[in-house]
């Protein structure tokens, strides 16, 4: 049961900018996807950020684009999740996903899209 650990979330005002970070041990993580999910008070969980294992691949979710990045850091087992310009709808508990595959353009977002290991999440909360 090796599980991806999340950190970096916080209080932030709005137009500030958080780090997330996805830390997993035990794995090579060059082998797997990763997407980045959230979860507001009140809504379904939504698909944020993927990344492809190569790395070059990536989306977002419409709400976030121009805002947010997700990289990945390989030797470092460590995923990010770089938020800018926070808006007060971005208040979310955030999660990791990783899945392994042989596919190293595959990048999805959606919920039920076969990620294997999730993490606990870490809750980012926008607000003045």
């Known amino acids: 049961q090796l599980q991806p650990v999340e950190s970096g979330g916080g209080l932030v005002q709005p137009g500030g900018s958080l780090r997330l970070s996805c830390t997993v041990s035990g794995f090579t993580l060059s082998y797997y996807a990763i997407g980045w999910f959230r979860q507001a008070p009140g809504k379904e969980r939504e698909g944020v950020s993927c990344?492809?294992?190569?790395?070059?691949?990536?989306n977002y979710v419409d709400s976030v684009k121009g805002r947010f990045t997700i990289s990945r850091d390989n030797r470092k087992n460590t995923i990010y999740l770089q938020m800018n310009s926070l808006k007060p709808e971005d208040t979310a508990v955030y999660y990791c996903?990783?899945?392994?595959?042989?596919?190293?353009?595959?990048?999805?977002?959606?919920?039920?899209?076969?990620?294997?290991?999730w993490g606990q999440g870490t809750q980012v909360t926008v607000s003045s």
């Open positions: 990344i492809s294992s190569s790395g070059g691949n990536t």
């Open positions: 996903a990783i899945v392994r595959t042989t596919n190293q353009d595959l990048c999805l977002m959606k919920t039920d899209s076969g990620y294997k290991y």
